[in-house]
């Protein structure tokens, strides 16, 4: 489950915000560096939020229930949590936590492109 979350997270920051940050920057030359970074940043945040947020939420449950009441395994939190809530219950808490992901993957896709120059020099 910790895999396919951040499989996912990392998908997002590493390929979704680079990608539409550089299609962004080469579509429209006139905008600037940072507002293009923003815009794949938000792109990156929804698609590694909401794609993640499941399996984040059942982790948590578990994680969460140390005597194991009432989470005990992956596939009956899924349960329990659906026939109480509905699918929305997968995705509480997750307008904070995508707020959290958009300005993280933007601090990331920053530091990445200000610090791999001066690591690898010879591939920039």
């Not at 979350?5 to 550089?22: A, C, F, M, N, Q």
Request: glycine share 12%; net charge positive.
């Amino acid at each position: 489950m910790t895999a396919l979350r951040e499989g996912v997270y990392t998908g997002g920051y590493l390929g979704v915000t680079p990608v539409i940050r550089e299609f962004l920057q080469k579509s429209f030359p006139s905008w600037n560096e940072e507002g293009c970074r923003a815009i794949g940043s938000v792109c990156g945040g929804l698609f590694a939020c909401y794609l993640s947020h499941p399996c984040d939420t059942i982790k948590t449950c578990i994680q969460g229930d140390i005597e194991g009441a009432k989470f005990k395994t992956h596939s009956s939190t899924v349960s329990t949590l659906l026939s109480e809530g509905g699918l929305s219950s997968l995705y509480r808490g997750a307008p904070w936590r995508l707020f959290r992901q958009i300005v993280g993957i933007f601090v990331l896709d920053k530091a990445r492109m200000t610090i791999s120059p001066m690591l690898f020099p010879d591939r920039f």
